[in-house]
Nanobody, 120 residues
Framework: VQVVESGGGLVQAGGSLRLSCSVS????????MGWYRQAPGKQRELVAR????????SYTAAVKGRFTISRDGAKNTIYLQMDSLKPEDTAAYYC??????????????WGQGTQVTVSS
């Protein structure tokens, strides 16, 4: 299974970036896909997640109204549109995939991370 992120970079405060994450080689059913971030010296935190059932989404309070997670199910790809970026959004962003087989066996996969740096 491969989880590949792209789209990170350096942007000024108030700017926008769009992250992409694609998963391949997965035979289990995807239950949810999401984005986590980890800033230096801090714990990894959930940013946003999209669920296969009902296409529900959830966001951490710090990014609500600024970030939008979306999914292209046909391509097993998710996106994170990040607008009105702030310096405190600076972190390595990781894609997370949760899948299961016959609702019995559960799997979790991580991407290698993509760096987002927001300058003030």
């Amino acid at each position: 299974v491969q989880v590949v992120e792209s789209g990170g970079g350096l942007v000024q405060a108030g700017g926008s970036l769009r992250l992409s994450c694609s998963v391949s080689g997965l035979t289990a059913s995807i239950d949810s896909m999401g984005w986590y971030r980890q800033a230096p010296g801090k714990q990894r935190e959930l940013v946003a997640r999209t669920f296969s059932a009902g296409s529900a989404t959830s966001y951490t309070a710090a990014v609500k109204g600024r970030f939008t997670i979306s999914r292209d199910g046909a391509k097993n790809t998710i996106y994170l549109q990040m607008d009105s970026l702030k310096p405190e959004d600076t972190a390595a962003y990781y894609c997370n995939v949760r899948a299961s087989t016959a609702a019995i066996w559960s799997y979790e996969y991580w991407g290698q991370g993509t760096q987002v740096t927001v300058s003030s």
